[in-house]
């Protein structure tokens, strides 16, 4: 049997707020949208995440997308951006 843990009434020190990084439970209910594809990974790669995804007990595909999600998500500029610069382009043609 493990040890019980004892509580003291002693200062806690500095504390940190964390933001909520988790999502609303309306974003975990609907499936998203996605789109059957053909690629051609690196063996090296496609192993590495087949290792991590059994450890983790989840899909190895699941994974790369979920990695590819957030790489678009933190790369994607707001459409306003895309639209300004190409009719600067154009606009000098």
């Known amino acids: 049997m493990s ?3 004892k509580y003291t009434d002693e200062p806690l020190g500095p504390v940190k707020v964390v933001p909520d990084f988790l999502p609303a439970p309306e974003e975990l209910v609907f499936k998203e949208d996605t789109v059957k594809v053909t690629i051609a990974l690196s063996r090296e790669s496609v192993e590495f995440f087949k290792q991590e995804a059994e450890k ?4 190895y595909q ?6 590819l999600d957030a790489y678009t998500l933190a790369h994607k ?9 190409r009719k600067k382009r154009t606009a000098g043609r």
């Open 56 to 59: 983790h007990h989840t899909q």
């Open 77 to 85: 500029q707001p459409a306003a951006k895309h639209s300004s610069r």
């Open 3 to 5: 040890e019980k843990t």
């Open 62 to 67: 699941k994974m790369i997308r979920r990695l």
